[in-house]
């Protein structure tokens, strides 16, 4: 079993800044993509941003530019710096580490909120 704990959320005026941070119970990440998703209320969860094993990285068109995913595999974490952040940037954020096509670990989720 393998716990994610997210950590970064907040409140933030719009243009702000934050990092989340996604840690591992054990030592998974090195082998496995990882992803950052996003659920707003009343909408579906979305992916945010993807980064592969050997650090190649995916964005969702609305976060391009702003975002940046990375990952310390030696502290089992990985990062989502948001800057320019917009008031529908607003959500619970979740990391995700699929094991295979249909089972993955997912963290608690943290909550994003921008507003002035």
């Known amino acids: 079993q393998v716990q994610l704990v997210e950590s970064g959320g907040g409140l933030v005026q719009p243009g702000g800044s934050l990092r989340l941070s996604c840690a591992a119970s054990r030592r998974i990440f090195s082998i496995y993509d990882l992803g950052w998703y996003r659920q707003a209320p009343g909408k579906q969860r979305e992916l945010v941003a993807t980064?592969?094993?050997?650090?190649?990285?995916t964005y969702v068109d609305s976060v391009k530019g702003r975002f940046t995913i990375s990952r310390d595999n030696a502290k089992n974490t990985v990062y989502l710096q948001m800057n320019s952040l917009k008031p529908e940037d607003t959500a619970v954020y979740y990391c995700?580490?699929?094991?295979?096509?249909?089972?993955?670990?997912w963290g608690q989720g943290t909550q994003v909120t921008v507003s002035s």
């Open positions: 980064i592969t094993s050997s650090s190649r990285t």
């Open positions: 995700n580490v699929p094991i295979t096509p249909t089972f993955g670990y």
